[in-house]
């Protein structure tokens, strides 16, 4: 434990494998190269939008699973979320592979949650290794959160683009292997090295179409929280990356960042801003769901920690805390934001 | 450096309903607008183009020797049609997103605010999905609608009534 919400691992997780699959407008962004899968079928094969996110799911888990080079059997546990009613894209994706698992949700940061706690089955002796995979799909999204995708209507400027994506990575107890089938000779092996589990931070935004604003002051709470907690300058990160703030939610927290005394604004980045070319691809406010963070992690975020570019980073995905039910019901969009602490060694 | 002063009063506000009431209003400074003016021109002209085609089809149907009343069922009829088929083929989203209230307002919008929930949910069953779901936008406009026509008409009768109409 450390400081008042913070946990420093005691023997820091490996991650010995990640994957990343995505769909096509993905794959023609700015991060394209670094995607392991990218489908020109937003179906993948499937038969509604639902059954599409499951089976890509599944090809991130197996795609994760392949380039470890262990058996499904070696996998203890797995740890997924999504943002579907009932976590029904993990549920029927990860069916199949019958690795005993658990679902998890807090929207968009599901990724840190799903990481966070695998990474705590390891440190704690419970697990050899374990998978944390969570995924969106920009379709499943629209439908179950705002209209029918033929519905002709003009999107804020403020909104975000769910990201078609599903990332999964492995942590294991031991180094061997820590290397996948993609690291290259020389290159770092990534440890999980702690976590901050955020609060739920409510400014009383009510404005779903402007996400970015709902979770900025989540995102300030858990960095905040992080920095405290291990006493540490924000300089101690190469980079500290939020989930799915987008332009708008990017401005905001690092505005409250520095008037709370941290200034993060040179090392800052957010994976819906990298994850698309807004002005090629009509994007607004950058990119958004559990997808987002998780592929931007599973491909671009560990390069940069294995080929040494980067030491050190704080992975931050941020969540929106909404149901179709509780917007029309009235109440405000809480954001979530959970850290987790990445480095190269 | 107005921003700066909000961000600090968001973050020395005494309770929550200030520290909220402050947020909001900074977070209205720093989020982007759509231009009023340019979606309005855009509304204008694209609203004008669907109606200017209606109107068209309405001449034509007369060419053909239909008298005013049926020629306009048609021309309504060739509009939802030409709606449904370009929001089938995914184009009328982007008709819409450019066009704004220009392509909600006319009929084509409403025909594609029924359209798309019916290709959308036709994956969950003809009952359940098509049948319960197929007016989950349009459903609004059809009941207060109705209830509006149903005000107006007991006005023109009261109003009937006292001889003033």
């Keep these: ?194 976590m901050t589990p955020g609060r739920i931070v409510d400014y009383g935004v009510k404005d779903s179409m402007n996400m970015g604003a709902c979770m900025a002051p989540a995102a300030c709470d858990t960095i905040a929280a992080n920095l405290r907690d291990f006493g540490v300058k924000p300089d101690y990160y190469d980079k500290i990356i939020t989930g799915d ?43 958004s769901g559990c997808g987002c963070s998780a592929v931007t992690l599973a491909g671009y975020l560990l390069r940069q920690l294995r080929t040494g570019k980067w030491k050190r980073i704080l992975f931050v995905p941020t969540g929106a805390l909404l149901s179709p039910v509780s917007f029309n019901e009235g109440n405000p969009v809480p954001g979530i934001a959970h850290a987790v602490m990445l480095e190269a060694v | 450096m107005e921003k700066e002063k909000q961000v600090k009063e968001v973050l020395s506000a005494k309770n929550k309903t200030e520290r909220d009431q402050k947020y909001n209003e900074y977070v209205k400074q720093v989020t982007p607008k759509h231009s009023c003016l340019k979606n309005t021109c855009n509304a204008f002209w694209t609203g004008g183009i669907i109606c200017t085609i209606g109107q068209g089809l309405t001449y034509l149907y007369m060419s053909f020797g239909l008298d005013k009343e049926n020629a306009v069922l048609y021309q309504i009829i060739s509009l939802v ?54 007016f989950t936008i349009a459903g609004p406009v059809i009941l207060y609608g109705i209830v509006s026509s149903w005000i107006l008409g007991l006005i023109y009768y009261v109003l009937g009534l006292l001889g003033i109409v």
């Design chain 1, 1 to 194: 434990m450390m400081g008042t919400q913070s946990i420093a691992f005691r023997n820091p997780p490996w991650i010995i494998s990640a994957a990343s699959v995505v769909g096509q407008k993905e794959g023609e962004g700015p991060l394209g190269s670094y995607f392991d899968v990218i489908s020109e079928d937003p179906m993948f094969g499937g038969t509604s939008w639902e059954d599409a996110e499951s089976r890509m799911m599944k090809l991130a888990v197996e795609q994760a699973i392949n380039k470890s080079g262990l058996s499904k059997e070696k996998i203890r546990y797995l740890v997924g979320g999504d943002l579907l009613g009932q976590l029904i894209a993990t549920f029927f994706g990860v069916e199949a592979l019958s690795i005993p698992m658990f679902g998890v949700y807090g929207a968009c940061s599901t990724m840190g949650e799903s990481l966070g706690f695998a990474s705590v089955l390891v440190d704690g002796g419970y697990a050899d290794t374990a998978l944390a995979v969570t995924s969106s799909h920009f379709a499943g999204a629209e439908k179950q959160f705002r209209f029918p995708l033929a519905y002709g209507n003009q999107r804020p400027l403020a909104a975000t683009w769910t990201v078609t994506g599903s990332g999964a990575l492995i942590v294991s107890r031991t180094r061997a292997g820590a290397k996948d089938s993609e690291t290259k000779s020389g290159e770092h092996d990534v440890r999980v090295i702690g």
């Design chain 1, 245 to 287: 703030l987008g332009y708008v939610g990017q401005e905001i927290v690092i505005a409250l960042l520095k008037e709370k005394g941290y200034d993060i604004k040179d090392r800052h980045l957010d994976c819906g801003i990298l994850i698309y070319d807004r002005e090629v691809q009509d994007t607004h406010s950058g990119g």
């Design chain 2, 81 to 134: 049609f030409l709606s449904v088929l370009f929001t089938g083929l995914n184009l009328y989203p982007r008709i819409a997103k450019v066009a704004g209230a220009g392509s909600v307002v006319p009929i084509t919008g409403f025909a594609n605010s029924v359209a798309a929930p019916a290709i959308e949910y036709q994956k969950e069953g003809q009952v359940f999905g098509i049948g319960c779901k197929i």
